[in-house]
């Protein structure tokens, strides 16, 4: 079984069902994978637990085999082609969603999260920087994020991403403190068109790649599940390996 890594924070850039929704992080019963290298929905590795009443951070997956995993975060833009894009790939994107975006588009996200074995997850109500920022004000973000997905998605995320990936000892806290079991960074990113590396100039097993709702989606999906191939990567569902 594959471990995960923990990492610090590095540099990064700003601006991811029913209530059966495909859901590994959250226990649901394993989806089929036609062709696919493993049962997805199967745990093939934990998250850090949470120490001193704090979660863990990671920001890439420890593993051995040929495997990439993909986010989306905020909302923004509800580019139309963004289902069958997903659907048609089986991608298995982590939505890290804000409220702020969400909010009168449920049905527009909720066809993802129904229809593509997505994951949804937390990434705040507004999108604010949360580093240095109280604790109260922090755990409102994310738990009233968290909240109404509940009510609106029908589905309570586990998994959080700390905007601009900008995070402090009270962050860690307020996502335990709001159900939350991991907090999720990146190690490579898509914008415009182009895929971004942390580390040298390709993408590596265990990557974690971030992108947006942006007016771009279309372009930025492909280009990373064209880097993927390039790379021969396969893209599974990193709840999987956030069990």
């Not at 390709?202 to 790649?209: A, N």
């Amino acid at each position: 079984m594959a471990a995960v890594g923990l990492l610090a924070l590095s540099g990064c850039s700003s601006p991811a069902a029913p209530p059966s929704q495909p859901n590994p992080a959250a226990g649901a019963a394993p989806t089929p994978a036609p062709g696919g290298p493993y049962p997805f929905g199967t745990v093939q590795a934990k998250a850090p637990a949470t120490v001193d009443g704090k979660v863990g951070v990671v920001r890439r997956i420890t593993t051995d085999k040929p495997y990439v995993f993909i986010t989306m975060d905020d909302g923004a833009v509800k580019d139309p082609s963004a289902l069958e894009e997903i659907q048609h790939s089986g991608g298995h994107p982590v939505l890290f969603l804000n409220q702020r975006y969400v909010k009168g588009h449920e049905a527009y996200f909720k066809s993802i999260l129904d229809s593509t074995g997505a994951v949804l997850g937390d990434h705040t109500v507004n999108h604010p920087n949360l580093k240095g920022k109280p604790l109260a004000f922090q755990q409102k973000e994310i738990c009233e994020d968290a909240d109404d997905f509940k009510t609106g998605l029908g589905v309570r995320p586990t998994l959080f991403r700390p905007p601009f990936g900008n995070y402090d000892e009270n962050t860690l806290k307020a996502a335990a403190l709001c159900g939350m079991r991991v907090a999720v960074l990146w190690s490579a990113a898509v914008n415009d068109g182009q895929v971004q590396f942390q580390v040298g100039d390709k993408l590596r097993p265990g990557d974690i790649v971030l992108m947006h709702f942006r007016k771009t989606f279309k372009e930025d999906y492909e280009a990373f599940l064209a880097r993927a191939r390039k790379d021969g990567l396969t893209p599974v569902p990193l709840a999987d390996f956030l069990g």
